[in-house]
């Protein structure tokens, strides 16, 4: 049995976006589709393939932190225990294949900022200039709104709670302008899962911020029985460690894998996040408490099936060919 399921983020997707957006699951979900005969083969390319799209926020689409750089995160997690990631990574095309070098190639889980840039060029992955001009005139827009166009207050005001619960408004105003993580869980004929999350985290965050998805348990989860890959506001991801607690209402309370991935959903404020997941058994699930969850999977003769789920409803699917 092979299985596969991607996500493009969620949030309030604008309908005029959803065409580009699942044009790139239905690409994303060919690439994964080529390396299927591994799990972890197939989870790389498909996230490869989104990263390099520039459609999401994650590798060249990343959106810019409070200084116009894009510092980005991945991580990849398998059924028997291997861990890779990278963090604040700045300047390359594909964070999850550097994830991955860092749990092949390195004796360590995860490298973070100029480390891991350093450990990039080193393995051969060469520079890239990661400014998508779309995410550079959101980020100079909500800049000026923010802190004005001089620079002298910036450093002070960014640099206190407030300046979030302020982000947090704006982009309540302009919802367009989250999300659009990326991640993919998959199985194969060997029945071994691997999961991943790949993002350039949130417009305007300060210097240094790690997001849920590279975090083990909170935006990324493998283990043998699932694997979980979340997307939404990092900061409440990783409070609530939202992927384990998937993995842990369907172990500890016996739930199918959709009431737990929809339970643990809404057990978080709500238009924060979403999430997909994939069991050894080769069963599905999606759930999310926002407007939009952009999802794509393999049905199971392998055909693919891409949409951008839009009620703010809590939804599962349980190995089924259609939605
Ligand atoms: N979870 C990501 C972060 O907080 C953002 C997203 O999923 O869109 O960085």
New binding site residues.
């Given amino acids: 049995m092979q299985r596969l399921i991607l996500h493009g ?3 309030n997707i604008p309908e005029s976006r959803f065409p580009e957006v699942e044009r790139g699951l239905r690409e994303a979900l060919a690439a994964g589709q080529a390396r299927l005969s591994h799990a972890l083969d197939a989870v790389e390319a498909a996230i490869a393939s989104m990263e390099s799209s520039g459609i999401y ?1 994650a590798g060249l689409g990343s959106v810019l932190n409070l200084y116009g750089r894009a510092e980005m ?1 991945a991580l990849l997690m398998t059924d028997d225990g291997r861990v890779g990631g990278v963090i604040g990574l700045p300047r390359t095309e594909n964070p999850i294949r550097v994830a991955r070098a860092v749990m092949e190639s390195s004796p360590h889980v995860l490298l973070s900022g100029r480390g891991a840039e350093r450990f990039a060029r080193a393995m051969g992955f060469p520079p890239v200039k990661v400014r998508a001009p779309r995410r550079f005139q959101v980020y100079e827009e909500l800049k000026a709104r923010l802190v004005g166009k001089g620079t002298e207050a910036e450093g002070r005001r960014a640099y206190t709670p407030a300046w979030f619960e302020e982000l947090r408004r704006l982009v309540e105003a302009h919802p367009e302008l ?4 990326v991640g993919a869980v998959a199985l194969d004929e060997k029945g071994r899962l691997a999961a991943g ?1 790949s ?4 417009t305007l ?1 300060l210097e240094g ?1 790690v ?3 590279c975090l083990p348990g909170c ?1 990324t989860h493998a283990d043998r029985r699932l694997g979980v890959s ?6 409440v ?1 990783v409070r609530h460690q939202l992927a384990q607690q998937v993995a842990r209402r369907a172990e500890e309370r016996g739930l199918a894998l959709d009431r737990a991935a929809g339970s643990a959903v809404r057990s978080l404020p709500r238009g924060t ?2 999430l997909i997941a994939l069991d050894r058994k080769g069963r599905y699930a999606w759930a999310h408490n926002t407007r939009n969850l952009a999802v794509g999977l393999l049905a199971p003769r392998g055909e693919p099936v891409v949409r951008v789920a839009r009620a703010p409803t809590l939804r599962g699917a349980t190995d089924r060919s259609s939605w």
Wanted: glycine content about 32%; aromatic content about 0%.
């Fill in positions: 983020g969620a949030g926020d995160d989250l999300h659009g993580t999350t993002t350039g985290g949130i965050k911020r997001s849920d998805s935006g979340c997307t939404g506001t990092g900061e991801i996040a979403g």
